[in-house]
């Protein structure tokens, strides 16, 4: 699966990095000596770790085994745009379809931020490569030479547009999920885009709320994909849980491929309802000291991971 890097994961990842980029470099003649800022001898731990803290979206690829097999990071920009950075998969696990869902994923985690297009720079020389984006809806928009690289350096960009779907109404034949609101992403403030329902019996009567958050970012590791509430005479019933199972349907009709839901340690119906939708455990975590919720008074969080 394609999930958030963990700070303690930051070591392991500049290392993919310098093995991934090393294939190309020995493919076309770049050398410590000729080409010191390529990304396989430039990129070190205390570089990602100043990106981490900046909260650039920092994703891996994790197989079954838990094995970190893939990376990328995005830099959101100004204007609007996003740019790819370090993109890789290690040697050994190429030619499995990886770096393509790696790819898919930074699309539709750019397009969630709001982001108008995603750019990506490539050694030009690398015909292959290029033509891999090129499969993959990206457009070569240019070149340009520098002093302190051996090779031309080439630019592709994808346009971008995050569209919601048209689900007003979701059901399992017990609950009834009303669409209240869909909420754009806020590129300033980080804020990714949201469907929010009234959880309503058959007959339409209110029961409690849900929303359902689309993309990645490192934030929705403590804050979650899903929130939940149910009013207290329909507590008891599983109806939270029996909404997030509708919501995980429409979060996989985004590309998503898992889901965290967080709640307070002492919360036990929450932690219940995590459970009974099918979540594991990862950790019971201190929250960061920036984090919002530190801010209002909250202190630690139960982890739930959904894989879809």
Not at 160 to 170: G, H, K, P, T
Not at 196 to 222: F, T
Request: aromatic content about 12%; overall charge negative; proline content about 4%.
């Amino acid at each position: 699966m394609i999930r958030p890097v963990y700070e303690k994961e930051l070591s392991e990842c500049a290392d993919i990095i310098r093995r991934s980029f090393r294939t190309v470099a020995e493919e076309f003649g770049i050398t410590a000596e000729n080409a010191p800022r390529f990304t396989a001898f430039a990129t070190t731990v205390e570089r990602l770790e100043q990106q981490y803290r900046e909260e650039r979206p920092m994703l891996v690829y994790v197989d079954e085994e838990g094995r970190i097999l893939g990376y990328y990071s995005l830099v959101i920009q100004a204007d609007g745009s996003c740019e790819l950075n370090n993109l890789c998969v290690l040697p050994e696990h190429r030619h499995g379809k990886i770096g393509e869902k790696l790819l898919k994923s930074a699309l539709m985690c750019a397009a969630a931020f709001g982001c108008g297009k995603l750019q990506a720079g490539i050694v030009e020389e690398n015909a292959r490569l290029r033509k891999w984006y090129e499969k993959l809806g990206f457009v070569h928009t240019g070149t340009r030479k520098f002093d302190f690289f051996p090779f031309t350096c080439g630019y592709l960009e994808h346009p971008l547009e995050f569209a919601f779907y048209d689900v007003e109404f979701m059901t399992d034949g017990e609950i009834l999920l009303m669409l209240e609101e869909k909420a754009e992403g806020n590129l300033e403030q980080r804020w990714l885009p949201s469907y929010h329902y009234i959880i309503c019996d058959k007959a339409g009567h209110k029961m409690g709320n849900c929303d359902l958050r689309i993309g990645y970012s490192r934030g929705l590791y403590y804050g979650g994909h899903i929130g939940y509430r149910v009013e207290e005479p329909y507590r008891g019933h599983h109806y939270a849980g029996k909404a997030c199972f509708l919501l995980f349907q429409l979060a996989k009709r985004h590309g998503m491929d898992y889901l965290i839901i967080t709640c307070n340690p002492e919360n036990m119906p929450s932690r219940k309802t995590c459970e009974y939708a099918g979540g594991a455990l990862l950790e019971t975590v201190d929250l960061p000291e920036d984090n919002d919720m530190r801010l209002e008074g909250e202190t630690r969080k139960c982890i739930y991971e959904f894989e879809l």
